[in-house]
C-alpha cells in the first residue's frame, strides 16, 4: 500500500464549477499537507500549504486537512480553464523529505 | 528572476548506455533534490544536497545512480547501464534552506526514455 493514495483521475468538469480533490495516507506522523499544481511539460509549482489539521483559504483555493481521518482536501472555487492541470498532494513529518500522491488531471471545459 | 533549470529537456538513449541529467538550481539556494516522476506514480524522492554534501542518499533506486553537486550550485544525476525501468521524468528542486518551511521550487524536468 502506498504511503499516499491519490485518485489520478481524470476529472473534466464546466467552467465555473467547484474541483474537489482529496488524498488519503496512512502515516500518521505527517503533519505538514501541500498541494502542488503541474502544467503539461513543466514542474510542479506549490500552490497551498497547511501545519496540522484545519483549513486555509488562498482566493478561490480552500485546503483543508483532517488528520483523524487521514484525509486531505483541495477545493478550487469558480475554477477556469487556467486551472487545467495536474494537482499533486504533498506530505512531510518533520524535514524536508516530501511524500507525494500520484497526482489528479483535471480539465476545467469553457 | 532565474528559476530551476534542466538540460538536456529530452533524451532518448539505448539500453545499456549511461547518461548524465543536469540541474542549476536557483542563484543562492543551498539545498537541492532530485525526484522522480514515473508515469501513473508520484514524485519518488532520490537525493538531497546541502552545499556540495549529500546527507540523504536514501531514495537512490541502485548503485547505477549517482549525483555529485560542485560549487554549491550545478548538479549531475549520472545513470550508468540505462535500463528501461529508468525511463520517467526526472526533476530537480532547490529551496533557501532545506528547513521543511521553505518551498522547493522545481525545474521543468528532462523526460528519459530508454529503449
Known amino acids: 500500500q502506498k504511503e499516499v493514495e491519490q485518485d489520478p483521475g481524470p476529472l473534466s468538469v464546466p467552467e465555473g464549477a467547484i474541483v474537489s480533490l482529496n488524498c488519503t495516507y496512512s502515516?500518521?506522523?505527517?503533519?505538514?499537507f501541500m498541494w502542488y499544481r503541474q502544467y503539461s511539460r513543466k514542474g510542479p509549482e506549490l500552490l497551498m500549504y497547511?501545519?496540522?489539521?484545519g483549513n486555509k483559504e488562498d482566493g478561490r483555493f480552500t485546503a483543508q486537512v483532517d488528520k483523524s481521518s487521514k484525509y486531505i482536501s483541495l477545493f478550487i472555487r469558480d475554477s477556469q480553464p487556467s486551472d487545467s492541470a495536474t494537482y499533486l498532494c504533498?506530505?512531510?513529518?518533520?524535514?524536508?523529505?516530501?511524500?507525494f500522491g500520484a497526482g489528479t488531471t483535471v480539465t476545467v471545459r469553457a | 528572476g532565474a528559476g530551476v533549470s534542466q538540460s538536456p529537456s529530452n533524451k532518448v538513449t539505448e539500453k545499456g548506455k549511461d547518461v548524465e541529467l543536469r540541474c542549476d538550481p536557483i542563484?543562492?539556494?543551498?539545498?537541492l533534490y532530485w525526484y522522480r516522476q514515473s508515469l501513473g506514480q508520484g514524485l519518488e524522492f532520490l537525493i538531497y544536497?546541502?552545499?556540495?554534501?549529500?546527507?540523504?542518499k536514501s531514495g537512490l533506486p541502485s548503485d547505477r545512480f549517482s549525483a555529485e553537486r560542485t560549487g554549491g550550485s550545478v548538479s549531475t544525476l549520472t545513470i550508468q547501464r540505462t535500463q528501461q525501468e529508468d525511463s520517467a521524468v526526472y526533476l530537480c528542486?532547490?529551496?533557501?534552506?532545506?528547513?521543511?518551511?521553505?518551498?522547493?521550487?522545481f525545474g521543468p524536468g528532462t523526460r528519459l526514455t530508454v529503449l
Open positions: 528542486a532547490s529551496s533557501p534552506t532545506s528547513l521543511l518551511t521553505d518551498t522547493q521550487y
Open positions: 502515516n500518521s506522523a505527517f503533519q505538514y
Open positions: 497547511t501545519y496540522s489539521s
Open positions: 504533498a506530505m512531510s513529518a518533520n524535514d524536508y523529505k516530501l511524500s
Open positions: 542563484s543562492g539556494h543551498t539545498a
Open positions: 544536497f546541502q552545499g556540495n554534501s549529500a546527507p540523504d
